[in-house]
């Protein structure tokens, strides 16, 4: 009877490594991946900031394969310029045809292919020359003569230089061409992921009834804002290390205007269109947007005064407070009893169903507009007791913050 020959121990060694790399994907939410999903699907080049180690790399290669997109991934320290700018080809006669500038193989790869995810990995590690060069490939998708298709989409990622080997910052030309997203580990995330299930990247389902809707919303959010801030239509920041993320310009509000409305038709979160407009056009300028943005979506005040019985005031405090205060100014423009009288009602409405505090500066305005020969309405019974309570309340806080300072 022949000995069995055994089976070679590198054999072995690559079953139990296809054991360890078979895995299973599952859609959880997540806000930065349907960020990123969104920036995708809008076509805009995405850069992912975070530390080394922490999964960038594994993100975009799950989102190729659950997109159905081939992955090319180029580090961009180890090209030189000429290979995102072309290198010089000689033709028969110079002079007359003169020098075309042809593209790397695997831009040629992705124009035959028609659609792919091209990958720009360690970007901050690029130094001046390579990330001038690539300022046309991010913006105009051209690599020497060579045009990259519709369906070819651009995701960087990036260390901080702080921990990028040999790292440079981003230059304000490049960074302002990108979204700007902070990648951080989820521990859950990745404790599930070890465990063989990693999230599902999937691009997000716009509805097509809303399509309008999102695109009259966005155009609209972003110029009410800059007609009202002229500054933040373009502002360079002042050290390196901002002008090398996201800041305002006007090709930064166009990129904004385009994930607004995307964010919108696919019904994204607060969130998520938090960080797509903060990772485009900076911190400051993105919250002062998406304070804008709340409040247009706050009621009409002269509809709330018509019928103060049916108003339905917004949850958020801070929202409910603006659109009380909204009906006050209302009433100050063109100051009339019964509208005097409708907007105690709706004081009274905001303090029953919430807290008192937000009725505070409203009713104080307000009690200021009544003339001499309006009587006090009997509403004012229904939040005298609530506003009162609200600065005892507060009174007695400045109190206690102020015995700790002196004990201190």
Request: hydrophobic share 50%; net charge negative.
């Amino acid at each position: 009877m022949p000995l069995a020959t055994p089976t070679p121990q590198l054999d072995v060694a690559a079953e139990l490594l296809e054991l360890l790399s078979a895995t299973t994907t599952e859609p959880r939410p997540d806000d930065r991946l349907a960020a990123l999903t969104l920036t995708v699907a809008a076509d805009l080049p995405v850069l992912l900031w975070g530390e080394p180690g922490i999964g960038k790399t594994a993100a975009l290669t799950q989102l190729a394969d659950t997109l159905g997109l081939p992955l090319t991934t180029v580090i961009a320290s180890v090209h030189e310029p000429s290979d995102f700018a072309g290198l010089p080809v000689l033709g028969e006669d110079p002079a007359v045809q003169g020098v075309p500038m042809a593209p790397p193989d695997w831009a040629v790869r992705l124009v035959r292919s028609g659609r792919g995810l091209l990958f720009l990995d360690e970007l901050s590690t690029a130094p001046p020359a390579v990330q001038a060069a690539l300022l046309r490939l991010v913006l105009e998708r051209r690599i020497g003569t060579l045009q990259l298709p519709p369906g070819i989409r651009i995701v960087a990622a990036a260390n901080p230089r702080s921990s990028a080997a040999d790292g440079w910052e981003l230059s304000p030309p490049l960074a302002n061409r990108f979204v700007h997203l902070p990648w951080q580990h989820d521990h859950e995330v990745v404790v599930r992921g070890l465990g063989g299930t990693w999230p599902r990247a999937v691009l997000p389902e716009l509805d097509p009834a809303r399509l309008p809707e999102a695109v009259a919303l966005a155009r609209r959010a972003v110029c009410e804002l800059l007609a009202a801030r002229p500054a933040l239509v373009h502002r360079l920041p002042g050290n390196d290390a901002q002008r090398g993320g996201a800041w305002p310009s006007p090709r930064s509000w166009e990129m904004t205007v385009r994930l607004i409305a995307f964010a919108t038709a696919a019904g994204a979160s607060r969130e998520v269109l938090a960080l797509l407009v903060r990772g485009t056009v900076g911190d400051g300028p993105g919250l002062e947007l998406m304070a804008a943005m709340d409040r247009m979506d706050l009621p009409d005040p002269e509809a709330l005064l018509a019928d103060p019985a049916a108003a339905v005031l917004p949850e958020r405090g801070d929202l409910r407070q603006a659109t009380l205060e909204g009906v006050v100014d209302a009433v100050r423009r063109r100051p009339d009893r019964a509208r005097w009288d409708a907007a105690w009602a709706l004081l009274a409405r905001a303090v029953e169903s919430g807290a008192p505090d937000v009725a505070v500066v409203p009713a104080t305005a307000l009690a200021a507009l009544r003339q001499a020969d309006w009587e006090v309405p009997a509403t004012i019974d229904r939040l005298a007791g609530a506003v009162a309570l609200s600065r005892r309340a507060d009174r007695a806080v400045a109190r206690v913050a102020a015995a700790h300072g002196a004990s201190r």
